[in-house]
């Protein structure tokens, strides 16, 4: 298998602990943890989930960078044209496409993908940052049911 590591751009990466764990984590392009991230992937620590979480996380955090936002002020309806990007069923204006002509993600990535969001900005509003986003999120859920149309014709 051959390994390519992206230069320029968020990566997620295993990292050695002292104890001998390795968990997974996000990095920044000059190899710097992200701390929010990281904050939040620690809590998987151990579970299947933790790495899962992590390519789901870091995939979310280059489209929030490329739309020039910060985690800190964006809001649920941010989140749901996110979702709708990658594959989910939303009836909102999406924008320019996401993850390069990769194929939408199916229903359990959507799934998995919506859970990993809504954790992390709950993560994230119990911290004090985008309250108004924790609460909206306590309420509702983040949308996964997989565009059909989309699924059908591959983009």
Not at 23 to 42: K, M, N, S, Y
Not at 45 to 57: E, I, N, P, R, V
Request: net charge positive; glycine share 10%; charged share 30%.
């Amino acid at each position: 298998m051959v390994r390519h590591v992206l230069v320029g751009d968020l990566r997620v990466q295993q990292i050695e602990r002292k104890d001998g764990r390795r968990p997974w984590t996000i990095v920044w392009p000059e190899g710097t943890i992200h701390t929010e991230a990281d904050r939040f992937l620690r809590r998987h620590d151990g579970s299947g989930a933790q790495k899962t979480y992590a390519y789901y996380l870091v995939d979310h955090l280059r489209w929030l960078e490329r739309e020039c936002l910060a985690f800190g002020a964006v809001q649920l309806r941010d989140l749901e044209r996110y979702m709708g990007l990658v594959g989910a069923e939303v009836r909102i204006p999406l924008g320019e496409p996401w993850r390069g002509g990769k194929c939408p993600y199916g229903r359990s990535a959507l799934s998995t993908a919506a859970a990993c969001l809504k954790g992390f900005y709950l993560d994230q509003a119990s911290l004090g940052v985008n309250g108004e986003l924790g609460r909206k999120l306590d309420k509702s859920r983040l949308p996964s049911r997989a565009d059909r149309r989309r699924s059908f014709l591959g983009t």
